[in-house]
């Protein structure tokens, strides 16, 4: 079954910390992709990335930078020189080919609460 | 472009009564969800529709029925409300499934 654990529920940084947050996924599929989404406090969810399952190079944009490892089943977003605008709530999730089921639709993580303090 | 809307943004309902979250995209895409939010759980879905015309149930779609209106439109309707269905409410479109999700500022509602 399809399942995203993100196992830090919550963290805390200062101001220009770096800081990763960590994903791992199960799928049984070879076909699927992993999003990255920020919730700040005012809870809209805003779309950071998505990366397909094919596509294993690193990405970097700005001071966001995110690690994909299959043999590893991760997903991890780093946050570099940590800013208080980056606190908020981050999900990871997965979409999959479901057999006989839902197509395409998201899994979310349970999300993991970043504070950073000035 | 607004992008996804959600009407309304704050509700309270009584126990046992009805109302229907109204969602819009005006990105022209054929994809479009529902999800809710409740504290330490992520989002989970409650249905989907993958093109116009087209529903699905999700993980959660009990006690809850959808209408796709049109490309544009999908409406949640909740029948008859329960204390369990507080939560905040989530649209989002995509332009097909698999694709990314955009995702509307959300629906906040109370059930007493």
Known sequence: ??????????????????VTLDCVYETRDTTYYLFWYKQPPSGELVFLIRRNSFDEQNEISGRYSWNFQKSTSSFNFTITASQVVDSAVYFCALSERSYGGSQGNLIFGKGTKLSVKP | NAGVTQTPKFQVLKTGQSMTLQCAQDMNHNSMYWYRQDPGMGLRLIYYSASEGTTDKGEVPNGYNVSRLNKREFSLRLESAAPSQTSVYFCASSPWVQETQYFGPGTRLLVL
């Not at chain 1, 079954?1 to 770096?18: F, L, W, Y």
């Open chain 1, 1 to 18: 079954a399809q399942k995203v654990t993100q196992a830090q529920t919550e963290i805390s940084v200062v101001e220009k910390e770096d």
